[in-house]
Nanobody
Framework: VQLQASGGGLVQAGGSLRLSCAAS????????MGWYRQAPGKQRELVATIESRFDTHYADSVKGRFTISRDNAKNTVSLQMNNLKPEDTAVYYCNLYWGSRTEYWGQGTQVTVSS
């Protein structure tokens, strides 16, 4: 399984970006896709996840600003990020997992928010 992320970039505070991730390979139908991020000097943290049934979960820091969505037919997940803040600056990683042991990560895409 491979995950290919895209859509990062540089934006001013208050702006918007949309991240996308496409998964390919042998993927089970019931799974969870999501986005994590890692800022310099910090641990990787969860941003948002979405199950194949479309149940979503968000970190408190992004609630009301970010929206995660997915297309099960295409095995893609997207993250619409609005009202971006400098503290959102990080490398964002796409994630896919199922069961208790099967997990895959994308290569990461840089998001930089200037003040």
């Amino acid at each position: 399984v491979q995950l290919q992320a895209s859509g990062g970039g540089l934006v001013q505070a208050g702006g918007s970006l949309r991240l996308s991730c496409a998964a390919s390979g042998s993927i089970v139908r019931i799974n969870v896709m999501g986005w994590y991020r890692q800022a310099p000097g910090k641990q990787r943290e969860l941003v948002a996840t979405i199950e194949s049934r479309f149940d979503t979960h968000y970190a408190d820091s992004v609630k009301g600003r970010f929206t995660i969505s997915r297309d099960n037919a295409k095995n893609t997940v997207s993250l619409q990020m609005n009202n971006l803040k400098p503290e959102d600056t990080a490398v964002y990683y796409c994630n896919l997992y199922w069961g208790s042991r099967t997990e895959y990560w994308g290569q990461g895409t840089q998001v930089t928010v200037s003040s």
